[in-house]
């Protein structure tokens, strides 16, 4: 449920996302986190799945984790978020209180390559927001844990063409998943995983 609390930290974090920018704060010392749109879409895709697991890699200080714990929140599930940096996972834990969702969304601070080595969890949903360059190994290491029916979505595909312009085209040429461009803010990949991947398709 989107309560007034959790609209608060929301507004907040966009307040506080907008002042760095004006500020001129370089970019990795911004949260950079997701649009308000993208928040609401992501919070779309959970809330109407019952028992929904979701895994987000890139939490940076809790944005866009809390718009799916509140949409995990509705029919049930639980958002698991891999943050490698210790100042973003500090101030993601208190965002997370803040909103009231700590029993919904949990944290796991390190690397993601050696944090998805470790999980065992199966995910209806995984959110990738990470460095661009590591896109294709995050995808190829998430698409281990989810199964048919299950959504991967990759931000900033069109914001950052140059560098996921061959994410996109990977995901939609491989006849074991259903691919598309969705032109909302950064633009996003919307992946529907329809089978296990095959020797040929790209991993
Ligand atoms: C674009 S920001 C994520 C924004 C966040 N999804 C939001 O909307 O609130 C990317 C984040 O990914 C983190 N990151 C980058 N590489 C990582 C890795 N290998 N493992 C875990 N986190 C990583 C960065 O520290 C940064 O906080």
Known sequence: MLDERIMEVLARLEA?????????????????????????????????????????????????????????????GHVLSLEIDSYAAARW???????????????????????????DDVFDLVFLDAEKDDYEALFALARRKVERGALIVADNVLSHEDAL??????????????????PLDRGLELTVVLGPPTHDAPE
């Open 16 to 76: 506080e996302a907008a002042d760095e920018r004006e500020r001129g704060v370089p970019p990795k010392r911004r949260s950079r986190q997701v649009a308000p749109t993208t928040g609401r879409f992501l919070f779309s895709l959970v809330a109407p799945q019952a028992d929904c697991e979701a895994l987000e890699i890139g939490g940076s200080r809790g944005y866009s984790a809390i718009w799916l714990g509140a949409g995990v929140r509705h029919l049930g």
């Open 93 to 119: 834990r208190e965002n997370v209180a803040d909103a009231g969702l700590e029993g919904w969304v949990d944290l796991v601070e390190g690397d993601a390559f050696e944090s998805l080595a470790r999980i």
């Open 165 to 182: 312009g061959a994410y996109s085209r990977a995901r939609q040429s491989d006849p074991t998943l259903s691919s598309l461009t969705l």
